[in-house]
């Protein structure tokens, strides 16, 4: 089988590296990869929104299978043009995709359905909003309604912060087209879950559960980033707490889509926060988290590309979808200086005695030499009995690659081995 991947970060690796498990699999594509990618599958130059190009290079090439990865080009519409083109796709369609690329719409449509989440307001206009934060108890949480590279939240402490907030986004326009509407929601405490989950409409199976880092230093400071860090599974994820979600958020999510004529095929990620009054949805994406997915793809036991294509053709009940009982530890290593400015092009060399798993978000080849190409420039996952041992073990490969330039947090998992 053929098959094509779009994207070309950790995550794109990660699906790659699992994929290439399929004994089917004679060759895959990834549109762009990246210059570590390169190694398990042929990179082409074509970007990941590029989607006329992208449908034109399936036809060329016969692709028997294309997993459409991040969420740009799922909410531009890759996966109908796709199929349109008669090639079968792993990833919502645009109609569905609109629950990430709307927090308006994933609002309400959580609203409508009773599905638990942060009360909130929506507002097109910037002095009804800056009005409304007159009144409007503080913390409170500023959303760009679009997509903004996972960037486009601010948790605004005082009043002051908040209105900064809504100037930048709405007037400003920090985010571009995405600040044209925002969302103004109640502050919610409590550990965070992140929960992946395969559904094709009928059927919906979580992943396990796991837990990003998303601040750029030790001690959960500094910037947000697109992710510092994952452990699996997230100990505050009981399985009470496990069926509680599946009955009041997951199903109804799932049934809340179809109801909307907008069925949902993909993975489906629910970031949850525990709260006093019970979970409650934070954010829904329309597609496999980066970094978790370096977390929950190696504790996936059951094969991929089988569940993938289940997922396509609407048999998911049919498959026996299954995780290791152990634990997964990934730590992201950084360019000094990201989330803002940083520099790239310094070479990336691993330890012959390396025993992890390598997956490399931004990198560029240059002849044999692979170097820095981004802000996240790889992720080290490693497997263990216990999360202890996970983040051991993953600490003792980190010391293996090496970078100039390179920074990473020191303390990925320790927040989940107090729990």
């Known amino acids: 089988m053929k098959i094509l991947v779009v994207g070309g970060g950790g995550r794109e690796h990660t699906i790659i590296k699992k994929i290439r498990e399929n004994p089917s699999v004679t060759e895959i594509f990834a549109l762009p990869g990246n210059g570590g990618i390169s190694k398990d599958a042929k990179c082409v130059d074509i970007g990941a929104k590029e989607t006329d190009k992208i449908v034109e290079f399936a036809k060329k090439e016969n692709i028997d299978f294309a997993i459409v990865a991040p969420d740009d080009p799922l909410v531009l519409g890759t996966v109908d043009l796709l199929e349109k083109a008669g090639i079968p796709c792993f ?30 307001e929506t507002f097109d206009n910037m002095e009804d909003a800056l009005s409304y934060l007159e009144t409007a108890p503080v913390p409170t949480v500023i959303k760009a309604d679009g997509l903004a590279l996972g960037k486009g939240v601010v948790i605004a402490m005082t009043r002051d912060e908040a209105v900064n907030a809504v100037k930048s986004m709405m007037q400003d326009k920090v985010f571009g087209e995405s600040g044209n509407h925002i969302v103004i929601e109640e502050f919610l405490e409590g550990p965070e879950v992140s929960v992946l989950s395969f559904t094709d409409g009928k059927t919906m199976v979580p992943m396990v559960s796991s837990m990003d880092h998303k601040r750029a230093l030790d001690g959960d400071k ?198």
């Open 222 to 419: 500094g910037l947000n980033t697109g992710g510092m860090g994952t452990i699996a599974p997230n100990p505050y994820y009981t399985p009470d707490i496990a069926d509680r979600c599946m009955k009041e958020i997951f199903l109804p999510t799932m049934e809340a889509m179809n109801s909307e004529g907008r069925t949902f095929k993909g993975c489906l990620y629910f970031g949850l926060m525990l709260t006093e009054n019970g979970p409650k949805v934070i954010e829904y994406n329309c597609r496999f988290g980066d970094p978790e997915t370096q977390v929950v793809l190696p504790l996936l036991k059951t094969d991929l590309l089988d569940i993938m294509m289940a997922v396509s053709n609407e048999t998911l009940d049919k498959i026996n979808v299954e995780f290791s009982e152990s634990s997964a530890c990934c730590v992201v290593m950084a360019s000094n200086g990201y989330p803002g400015k940083y520099e790239t092009g310094f070479e990336i060399t691993v330890d012959d005695d390396f025993k992890g798993n390598l997956y490399i978000a931004g990198a560029k080849l240059d002849g044999e030499k692979l170097l820095s190409g981004g802000g996240r420039v790889l992720g080290i996952t490693a497997v263990g009995d216990s999360l202890k041992d996970a983040v051991e073990k993953c600490y003792m490969q980190v010391e293996k690659v090496h970078f100039e330039n390179a920074f990473y947090r020191k303390d990925i998992g320790q927040r989940a081995l107090k729990a």
């Open 91 to 120: 990833g919502p369609d645009k109609k569905a995709a609109i629950i990430e690329g709307s927090k308006v719409f994933s609002k309400n449509l959580m609203k409508k359905y009773n599905i638990p989440t942060a009360k909130y």
